[in-house]
C-alpha cells in the first residue's frame, strides 16, 4: 500500500494545514496505514462485501407529500442568509 | 444519601409509594453537579431551570409513563430542539437543532427530564473524552485519570451521581468501553434497534444509540422505552418491542457461553483478565455452561475499523462547511471558506480521520483499502455466526486496561485506537452487547465485562448480566468524590 500525499488528499477533503500539522499527520498516517497492512495477510478473492449487516437492501415507503422544517427556524443557525437564503461568498 | 444516587426503578418505586417527589430528585442531581462538575466536566450544557420547571409540573401528575420524572443526560451528538448540540467541536458552536433526535421524542413522551448535553471526544473521535474542544471530561475514581471515551461525560455523569440516566452513541466502543472505566452499566443494542434519526453521523454502517445506567434493570427499563421501528430512519428495524423488563430470572442454569481465547491474549492488563475471570467462575457457580472457543479473525478488527470508520466519516463530515449551521470562517470566495472553516473548526483527531478516510476512498484506492475491510467484515461476522450457532452469549473483558492517565496516549493516535479493540469487533458484526462491573483494580479503577449476544437478543444479556449483578456487588460501589 502506498504512502499519502497530502497536499492533494487535503484539498480533495477541503481542508487547509499548517506545514507542522502536515509533517505529524503524514507520520500518524504511515503509522496507521503500516497496521493497517495486516489485512493483505488474507485472501478474500472469493470473500462477498459486508456494507450492511442484516442485509437490509432498498427501503420504500408511499411517495407522499409530509410536512417539512419550517425555513426561518432553520435558518436560524446560518452563519450569513439573505430573507430565504443561505448567503455565500463570491464562488468566481 | 442524596436522592441522586438512587437508581430510576429506585426512583419510580419510591414515586409511586409517595416517598418521594420527582422535583426532589431533580434537585439533587443538579445540587450534585453544582458541587463537584467543576472538577469531573461531564457537561457542557445544563438545562436547570427547564428540568425544575418540568419537575414542579410532573410531581403534580400520577406517574403514568415508565421514565416519569426521571433525570437523563444526553450525548452531545444527538439533536434536541432549540438546545446546543456540537459535538463537542467547534465546527458546530452556536449550532441548535430545529428539531427533535427520535430518542428525544421518546424521552419527552414517556415524561422523562432532560438534565443537559454531556462532554465527548470530537464527533465521537475518540476513547477517551479528550479531543473535546470543551476540554477532556476527568474520570469520577480518579481525576487525573480519562473517564474512557468517546461517551465519556455520559459515562462519569452516571459514575458521579449527576444524572439517574444517560444516554450515548457507540460506534466502536463508545458506551461499553467509558461505562467500564467509570464503573457502570453501559448497553450498545443491535444495529437498527433504535432510531438514530437526529444522532450526528460518524460511521453509518457502525452507529448506534445505547444507554448508561447504574445496574442491569435500569438499562432493560430504559432501552424498552427508546427502542423501535422509525419511519425516519430507514436503518432501523421493525420488530415489535419486547418488555425488557421482563428477561429477568435469577436462574441460568444451562446458558451456554462462549469465552473466546483471542480476548485473553498479549496487551490486555493481567487484573483485568482476572476480573473477568473470577466472573466467569461466578457465572459458571450459577449454573452457565462456559466454554472456551476461538474467533479467529479478531486481530483484523481494528484495521477493518479504521479504514471503514474515518472512510464513513469523511463522507459524514463534509457537510460542515461554514455555510448551513455553526462556525464559519470568513472568506472572500467560496473554496477558502470551505478551507479555512474546517481548519480552524475541526481539530486534531478529527483532520487526522477525515484525512486517513479521504485517501482510503479517493481514485485507485478505494479496492485496496475499503472493499477490502469490508469483504474482511465478512469473515469476522462470520466467526460470530459459526459460534452463535452453538452458544447463547460470548464473554469478553470490555476494555484491555482499566482507566489510563489524562495525557498518556493522547499523543499517540495508534496506541489509542488499540483501547477499543475488545469492543470494535461487535459494532463490524452489528452485535448487541453490554458492559457491566466485574472488579477493581489495585489501584481502585473499576473493570468491565463485556457480554455479547447474537442480533435482537437483547434479552440474553439481560439474562446473565442481571444473575451476574444479583450474585455480585461492584455495581454497588461508588467513587469517593471531595468537594473542593
Redesign the interface.
Known sequence: ??S?D?NY??K??????ADS?KE??AK??S??LN??????Q?N?EQ????????G?QN?F?EDEVLPS??ID??L?????KDGTS?K????I | MGLNELTAHEILDKIEKKEVSCEEVTRDVFRQIEKFDKDINAYVFLDKQEALKQADVLKKEKPKNSLCGIPVAVKDNICAKHKPTTCSSRILSGFKPPYDASVIGKLKASRAIFVGKTNMDEFAFGSSTETSCFGPTRNPWNLKTIPGGSSGGSAAAVSADETILAIGSDTGGSIRQPAAMCGVVGLKPTYGRISRFGLIAFASSLDQIGTITKDVEDAALFLTVIAGYDHHDSTSVNLAVPDYTKSFQRDIKGLKIAVPREYFGPGIDREVKNSVQKAIEVLSGLGAECEEVMLPHTEYALSVYYILAPAEASSNLARYDGIQYGYRAEKKNLLDTYFDTRRQGFGQEVKRRIILGTYALSSGYYEAYYLKAQKVRTLIKDDFDKIFSRYDLILTPTSPTAAFNIGEKIDDPLKMYLSDILTIPVNLAGLPAISVPCGFTASGLPVGLQIIAKPFNEEAIFKCAYAFEQNTDHHLKKPKLIHR
Open positions: 500500500m502506498g499519502i497530502i488528499v487535503a480533495l477533503a477541503r481542508i487547509r494545514l500539522e505529524h499527520l500518524d498516517l503509522n496507521i497496521y493497517i497492512d495486516k489485512l493483505n488474507l478474500t470473500v462477498p462485501p459486508t456494507s450492511h449487516i442484516l437490509l427501503v415507503r422544517l419550517k427556524e432553520v436560524d443557525n446560518a452563519p450569513m443561505f455565500v461568498p463570491r464562488i
